[in-house]
C-alpha cells in the first residue's frame, strides 16, 4: 500500500494506492476533482481505478469535491450516517472552536460562509464503527471517531497505518481540532486513537505524525 499525499485547499487529501486499485481519503475542496484526478494520472492511474472516495466528515474542505470526484471516477463516495445531515445543504458548517481565538475565527467564517457553498449530496455508502473496507480492496476498517463533527472517522489499516481526519491535528504539533462539536467525545476519540496503537497517523491538517508523537501528546493532555 501507498500513501500520496495533495493539498487540496485547506486539508490534505490522501491518494491511498494498492494492488487493486485506489480510494481517495477526502476530496478537498470545492473545484480540487479535476487536481486530484490529474495527480493520479502522474501516478499511472485511470479515473476509473478509483474503487472508493472516503470523506472522514462533512465539512467543506474535505467534502467539498466529493460530488465533482464522483462525476469524474464514477466511484461512490462514503461519509458516516452522522454527518449526512452536513452535507445536506450548501452553508458553511463550523463547530464551536476549541480556544477564544478559533471562536471568533469561526465567527467571522460562518458570517462569510455564503461565498463558499458546498455541492450539497447524498452518500452512496454510510459508514459504520467496525466496517471492513475488504469489498472495495482495502485491507482496512472504519473507526468512529466523534467529537469534531458527530460522524468524524479514521480509517485504520491493517498495516498500522491509520488516517485520522481533523480527529488529531498535527500542524505545529499534535493536537485535538480547533473547532469541536462534543470536547468530550474528541477527548474520548483521541483516547480510542491512541489505544489502537496505530504505526503512523496521517490528519488532515498538518504532518504526518509517528507512534511516540502519538504517545507524548495522549501523555500530555490525559
Ligand atoms: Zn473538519
Ligand atoms: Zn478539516
Same mark, same amino acid.
Given at each position: 500500500m501507498q500513501v500520496h499525499t495533495l493539498f487540496t485547499g485547506v486539508a490534505n487529501t490522501f491518494i491511498v494506492e494498492n494492488h487493486n486499485g485506489v480510494m481517495v481519503i477526502d476530496a478537498g475542496m470545492p473545484h480540487q476533482a479535476a487536481r486530484i484526478v490529474k495527480a493520479m494520472r502522474a501516478r499511472?492511474?485511470?479515473?476509473?481505478?478509483?474503487r472508493l472516495i472516503l470523506v $472522514?466528515? !462533512? @465539512?467543506i474542505d474535505h467534502a467539498g469535491s466529493a460530488v465533482a470526484l464522483k462525476r469524474l471516477t464514477g466511484a461512490p463516495v462514503a461519509l458516516h450516517r452522522d454527518d449526512v445531515r452536513l452535507v445536506a445543504t450548501p452553508n458553511l458548517k463550523i463547530p464551536p472552536g476549541r480556544t477564544r481565538t478559533t471562536e471568533f475565527i469561526g465567527a467571522v467564517l460562518r458570517a462569510f460562509g455564503w461565498l463558499a457553498p458546498i455541492e450539497t449530496f447524498t452518500p452512496d455508502v454510510l459508514l459504520e464503527d467496525g466496517q471492513s473496507l475488504r469489498e472495495f480492496g482495502f485491507d482496512a476498517r472504519v473507526i468512529? $471517531?466523534? !467529537? @469534531?463533527?458527530?460522524?468524524s472517522v479514521s480509517v485504520l489499516c491493517d498495516?498500522?497505518?491509520?488516517?485520522v481526519g481533523d480527529s488529531?491535528?498535527?500542524?505545529?504539533?499534535?493536537?485535538?481540532?480547533?473547532?469541536?462539536?462534543d470536547a468530550a467525545q474528541a477527548r474520548a476519540s483521541a483516547l480510542k486513537i491512541h489505544s489502537l496503537k496505530p504505526r503512523v497517523c496521517y490528519t488532515a491538517h498538518g504532518r504526518p505524525f509517528d507512534a511516540n508523537e502519538l504517545d507524548a501528546f495522549i501523555a500530555r493532555v490525559k
Open positions: 499511472g492511474h485511470s479515473p476509473r481505478d478509483v $472522514t466528515h !462533512g @465539512h468512529h $471517531t466523534p !467529537g @469534531h463533527t458527530a460522524g498495516d498500522g497505518t491509520l488516517f488529531i491535528l498535527n500542524l505545529v504539533h499534535v493536537a485535538f481540532p480547533l473547532y469541536w462539536e
